[in-house]
């Protein structure tokens, strides 16, 4: 069994939806990461957080440490959003299998 | 400053042939990471360093896995002998401060072993 589980696997949404990608860890964290991978493989770091929230653009980004639980939010998704969303406790070297969202115009 | 740089960005040898990845992080960043990632497996940590010193390598599969970081500016994960289960994407990736810094990936070098 995988520490870091992610939900859901695929998404498939519309243009302007509101997003939601859900993150659950068994293992203790100093800081939880959100990475996204792009069509082409590249991987840019998204968040790292310790505690609460936080906000850059469209992309939000939640942690509960008391439940063990972390969420990206993306506000008016849009085509370019699509990519895999991957979260990880880097400390544990542990990774999630990641989410695919894909965004149609 | 141009992000981490890494070479080649295609790589396809034979079973048995030495490979050699390259890497140079982003300048002042402390931390250098080497990751692996396959469709099985996803993405895993090989190794990483901490001013240029090995701080776990847990993560190598097998000796015939090695890292070397000889100076802050350039890192090497070699393979040798390479075999066809080694195939997959490595990224290297630095950060300033190990686990709460931001993480910065290079573009990956797509491994091929025939």
């Known amino acids: 069994k995988n520490e870091v589980e992610q939900s859901p696997q695929n998404l498939t949404a519309q243009e302007g939806e509101f997003i939601t990608i859900n993150c659950s860890y068994s293992?203790?964290?100093?800081?939880l990461h959100w990475l996204q991978q792009h069509p082409g493989g590249g991987i840019v770091s998204l968040f790292m957080l310790s505690s609460g929230k936080k906000k850059h653009g469209r992309l939000i980004a939640t942690i509960n440490i008391q439940e063990k639980h972390s969420s990206l939010h993306i506000t008016a998704s849009h085509p370019r959003d699509s990519a895999v969303y991957i979260c990880a406790v880097l400390s544990d070297m542990r990774f999630g299998a990641g989410t695919r969202l894909t965004v149609k115009p | 400053d141009a992000g981490v740089i890494q070479s080649p960005r295609h790589e396809v040898t034979e079973m048995g042939q030495e490979v050699t990845l390259r890497c140079k992080p982003i300048?002042?960043?402390?931390?250098l990471f080497w990751y692996r990632q396959t469709m099985m497996r996803g993405l895993e940590l090989l190794i990483y360093?901490?001013?240029?010193?090995?701080?776990?390598d847990s993560g190598m599969p097998e000796d015939r896995f090695s890292a070397k970081m000889p100076n802050a500016s350039f890192s090497t994960l070699k393979i040798q002998p390479s075999e066809p289960r080694d195939s997959a994407v490595y990224f290297c990736?630095?950060?300033?401060?190990?686990?709460?810094?931001?993480?910065?990936f290079g573009s990956g070098t797509q491994l091929s072993v025939l």
């Open positions: 990736a630095s950060s300033l401060g190990r686990w709460v810094g931001k993480l910065f």
């Open positions: 360093f901490n001013n240029n010193v090995p701080i776990d």
């Open positions: 300048s002042g960043h402390d931390y």
């Open positions: 293992v203790g964290i100093s800081a």
